[in-house]
């Protein structure tokens, strides 16, 4: 389970990865452009604020494995919490995005959505036991 764990931390930091490329590709510039600026601002503070969330369980995930998998206080409830977090992004990449734009990117598609799957049930066996 401990290396189950650990390899969490290395999606998760693929997934920071991600977000260095994602707004090029997805063109954020030039859509941030056409909203208000407080909306273009909420947005970035947003986006980075994830990042550091991400890299923060991470971070969990290589220093702490041992007590996110010992089932109780605060390890345990770090991972439910990473368990809820990433458990509610399986649905959000299946069904939330536009489908449109998931065909377009599919193989990249797949990948997070088997990252995000990985994580929920990681983070719930983690939980469980």
């Not at 986006?47 to 998998?69: K, M, N, T």
Request: net charge positive; with cysteine.
């Amino acid at each position: 389970m401990q290396a189950l764990i650990e390899f969490a931390g290395w999606v998760q930091l693929g997934i920071v990865a991600a977000n260095f490329f994602l707004p090029r590709k997805l063109r954020y510039a030039e859509n941030l452009d056409r909203v208000d600026t407080i909306i273009r601002q909420v947005f970035i503070v947003h986006s980075v604020y994830i990042v550091l969330v991400l890299v923060g369980l991470a971070g969990v995930c290589f220093a702490f494995p041992r007590e996110l998998i010992a089932g109780n206080g605060l390890g345990r409830w770090v991972a439910g919490f990473a368990a809820v977090f990433w458990g509610l992004r399986v649905p959000i990449q299946l069904f939330y995005y536009d489908a449109k734009l998931r065909r377009q990117n599919l193989a990249m598609h797949c990948v997070f959505a088997a990252a995000f799957v990985y994580l929920a049930s990681v983070f719930t066996m983690a939980v469980a036991r």
